[in-house]
């Protein structure tokens, strides 16, 4: 019998939302995070957006995901009473060129079973928001923002509450295969080995390294991770908007938009900038240039002086700059050959929307 049931790793919202799904089934589940607290890395670095489910390729695994996280998630927060609000967001064409883009988007949303997306005339778009210019526009409705560490505390609560246990300050500095699951090496400041069942690897842009310290783990399922950067700046002064309001979105990312917080504070981003490092999280004032000009391109009354640097995320990328974006990979033991293992790889934008669906297929992959 191993000294650990059920391992997640990672204590982002998706290794959250994981690790109570399990508890709940009747896991007896260990979160091990590697920081001195939960979601600190991508999940607290985002938009805090709950996206509708309109971007993603008909059938793919992130538009499945999406929309059937984001049914789930307005659900769990309203029975729970957490903070979160259904603001809806327009999306953007400040030309007819970039119609097609917009009917694109249309197309996506209904092949994914999104109705609710409408078509709104330039005028219509500005009686809703008078600040905004574009020609046309679509508004979805069902797109709202989360108090996302409010979200994190009660998926913690629920596991705990089911028998779950949290290890902070918990790297994993090295694990093995046994003839039953694995032996794994905790880090901290009580190091120790343990023998676990069953392993689930949530590590957010940490998960392919982590599985390069597995003996014996297959590399061609070991993918290269890239690290696109995001860097919000933040708004001072009154609040120009009720909705979100997006652009046009771009290769590797949705744009720079604007989103407004469960606190009423404006913000603007996430551009896009590949980098390095993980780590590169400090934000250049001097990319504000671009800023300013992305987000006048549809509220042309921006005035000068009225953006800060905020804060910036990292997105764990599976591709490169000139790659097209992949789907989100749940790996299980029928993609890789090795029992009672599953990895969550390039889990970025929708992760947070998905959270609460992509635990459940991870529940049911384990029991299958």
Same mark, same amino acid.
């Given at each position: 019998?191993? $000294? !650990? $049931? ?44 709950? +996206? ?21 998630l307005y659900a769990y927060l309203e029975e729970r009473g957490l903070p979160h609000k259904g603001c809806g967001k327009l999306i953007v064409a400040t030309s007819e060129a970039q119609k097609p883009a917009l009917e694109t988007i249309m197309a996506r949303a209904k092949a994914s079973g999104v109705d609710s997306l409408r078509w ?20 979805? =409705?069902?797109?709202?923002?989360? @108090? ?56 957010? +842009? ?16 070991? =993918?290269?991770? +890239?690290?696109? /950067? ?30 407004? @917080?469960?606190g009423g504070r404006v913000k603007f981003g996430p551009d896009v900038e590949w980098v390095e490092s993980d780590q590169d999280l400090i934000v250049d004032p001097a990319r504000g240039d671009r800023f300013y000009a992305a987000i006048r391109t549809y509220w042309p009354a921006l005035p000068d002086g009225a953006l800060v640097a ?6 764990? /990328?599976? +591709? ?9 990979? !749940?790996?299980? =033991? ?35």
């Amino acid at each position: 019998m191993s $000294d !650990i $049931d059920c391992l997640v790793i990672g204590a982002g919202v998706v290794g959250l939302a994981v690790a109570r799904e399990l508890a709940l089934a009747g896991r007896e589940v260990v979160i091990a995070e590697a920081a001195e607290g939960i979601g600190t890395q991508t999940s607290a670095r985002n938009s805090e957006v709950i +996206h509708a489910g309109i971007y993603y390729p008909p059938g793919s695994l992130k538009a499945r995901v999406c929309v059937e996280g984001r049914r789930k998630l307005y659900a769990y927060l309203e029975e729970r009473g957490l903070p979160h609000k259904g603001c809806g967001k327009l999306i953007v064409a400040t030309s007819e060129a970039q119609k097609p883009a917009l009917e694109t988007i249309m197309a996506r949303a209904k092949a994914s079973g999104v109705d609710s997306l409408r078509w709104l005339s330039g005028a219509e778009a500005r009686a809703m928001e008078p600040e905004v210019r574009c020609e046309i526009a679509l508004l979805s =409705p069902e797109t709202g923002v989360v @108090d996302s560490h409010a979200l994190m505390l009660s998926l913690l609560g629920e596991c705990e509450a089911a028998g779950g246990a949290l290890a902070l300050n918990t790297p994993i500095t090295g694990w093995r295969r046994e003839a039953e699951g694995f032996s794994v090496d905790f880090g901290g400041d009580e190091p120790a080995t343990y023998t676990v069942r069953t392993v689930i690897n949530s590590a957010g +842009h940490g998960a392919p390294k982590l599985l390069g310290l597995l003996d014996g783990f297959p590399p061609a399922h070991v =993918p290269v991770q +890239h690290y696109a /950067k995001g860097n919000y700046f933040a708004l001072i002064g009154k609040q120009p908007f009720t909705h979100l309001v997006y652009p046009v979105p771009e290769a590797a990312g949705l744009g720079i938009h604007a989103t407004i @917080d469960m606190g009423g504070r404006v913000k603007f981003g996430p551009d896009v900038e590949w980098v390095e490092s993980d780590q590169d999280l400090i934000v250049d004032p001097a990319r504000g240039d671009r800023f300013y000009a992305a987000i006048r391109t549809y509220w042309p009354a921006l005035p000068d002086g009225a953006l800060v640097a905020d804060y910036a995320g990292i997105r764990p /990328k599976l +591709h490169g700059p000139t790659e097209p974006m992949p789907d989100f990979r !749940i790996d299980g =033991p029928e993609v890789h050959g090795v029992p009672e293992l599953v990895n969550l790889l390039g889990i970025e934008s929708p992760g947070l929307t998905s959270s609460l669906a992509i635990a459940e297929m991870v529940r049911d992959k384990l029991a299958g």
